[in-house]
């Protein structure tokens, strides 16, 4: 692409236009003569008020045709002089080869005081009158699209890296292979990786992008996993890329990756076979089955033993009694009939206290416990 | 006399297994001329009881069971139109009669539970232009159940006061309860037989009213009844954010009747503080008002009087 960065053509078309009593003017600041078909470039359009034109506001309206492409790469603001300047760079895409044609539109808007004193204050009767937009066309500008076969284009490098060259059979082997630089690297197709006697295992690509003068600007990163009983080799991964730096196609390749693949674990080698004539090892057995069956035999004398534990003989209410009068109470409170001969008794000092609960505790039934 | 009353109990015996205390509690009623408000979930005897007690007392037995349809009239009696003699004539209700089972009381709506309540009280009914007094003895034996809370009307608290004792029944031991289902079973319920008359339970009141309390006994009662308004003056602070209302007047006049029906039916000759324990539960369980408070936090009113009791010197 050859950018007419010395040549600022100053498009003073003119686009004088009075709206709601404020003027502006569009005009094109930057703009390429010529791109690569998927080469991105960009264009500078400014919007110049005659005053602060604090009420205003401007969108550019995006356009996606067969021909090209259209994003936002940035927009920013300044008031210079007093007159306030709306500027906006196009990031513009070709898709195919010719003369391109570029006709954007913009929207302007104009916001009423009164309608941002409601939305300051929070009203909600902000009526359709408040706001005001009108559609403006932009001067129009032709750039010239080149053919392009490369799969990508821009400022792009790739490589392809393994953890190590040598791994035991069914071990893993991981292989990153990663693009990096600025361009359309939003069209790369992800790698499909095909090894005979490899399994491959691989993720899908990662993309870490930012937006650029050229398009995007980051990273790819494509991760595989790679277990094979022998050694294998890595083929080279290519990668068509239209240089812009240098303005030519190039086709980037990785280098070829000889993996060494060593004998692997085998499990019956890991354990050793137990040597069931020595002694040692007969008595370890018998030692862990005595171990087991102690075990049992503890747990089951436990239990049985927590069954016939001495069990502490439940509180009865009336143990609680420390006089006749107090006895006599609580057993005539407990409305059990059982207990009014010993009431009785109590009362005509025929018995003792001590008679009384010796008497009660010979009692058992269930109405008498109480906890 | 007592023989008397242990007739009485064996002749119930025969068709009603333990339930001890409510057979205790309908026979102090007799005695005292007051009314029994029985509570205790379905199939526990209180029908059987009382019918059992009417047979072996011979006495004049009616039934009612309250419904939320029932009127006054229902049970009082009305005015009705004859029309071979073209006047009004009295038809008299069931509650013309001498024990009369209010069964459910808490079913019927507030102008039933009235109109019988004021006879309770009056022990006379109006009928027209016509006054009749009811032949005592005249005892009103009501239920309520305790587990429902819809299609009721509770008692209010002025109307629960009417009431003399409040029984709550429980279940009937293991040993019982085989018995009765045994009993059950076999058909072998025996036929009541009627062991007293009128005249001798009148005679049985008076004794009773001989029964001698001694003044020490008699200030201990008030005591008990004064510590339920205010139980701190007797070291039961804890307790008094539970009591929104003490027990009333009527408890003490009760008190003052049924623990010698209690003493009597013990074979005493006087009362002792065991016979107002043994009863004071059921003299005051209905008459105490407690707080939301205690409502909220499970408070049983059994529990608080048992506090009570056991907070107050013992003369």
Redesign the interface.
Known sequence: MRRSLGRIIVWFVIFHTTLWGMSYRWSVLESPQSLRVGQSGVIRYACTFEGSAAEYSTKLKLVDTPQYGTSVLSQNTRVVQGKRIDTIDLLITPKTAGVIEIRMKADVRYTSPGAVENTVLGRDNLSRDDISEEEVALPGISIRSQENSAALTGNITMEAQVDRTSVRAHEPLHLSVIIKGSGNLEQFIPYELNISGVKVFSEPAQKLFTPSSDGVEGEIRQEFALVAEKSYVIPTFKLSVFDTAHNRAVLLQSAPIQVEINEGYDPASLLDAPDLTDMSTLKHYAYNIGLVILGVIFGEAGRVLWKRRPRRKTAQFWERSKNTKELILMLALSGDKRYEAIITALESNTISLSEAKKKLSTLTTEKEVKA | MINIINQIRSEVAKVVVGQ??MIDGLLIGLLCDGHILIEGIPGLAKTTTVKALSAALGLGFKRVQFTPDLLPSDILGAEVYDPQHNAFKIKKGPIFTNLLLADEINRAPAKVQSALLEVMQERQVTLGDESFKLSPPFLVMATQNPIENEGVYPLPEAQLDRFMLKITVGYN??EEELSIARRIASSTAEAITTVIDVDTLNSLKEKVKTIHIDEEVERYMITLVTATREPEKYGLESIKRYLQFGASPRVSIDMFKAVRAVAFL?GKEFV???????I??ELMRHRIVMTYEAEAEGIEIDDLI?QI??AVP?P
Do not use: L, M, Y
């Open positions: 001890d205390k031991t293991a013990r002792t503080p065991s016979d107002i324990a043994s004071i539960k048992e009791i056991k013992i």
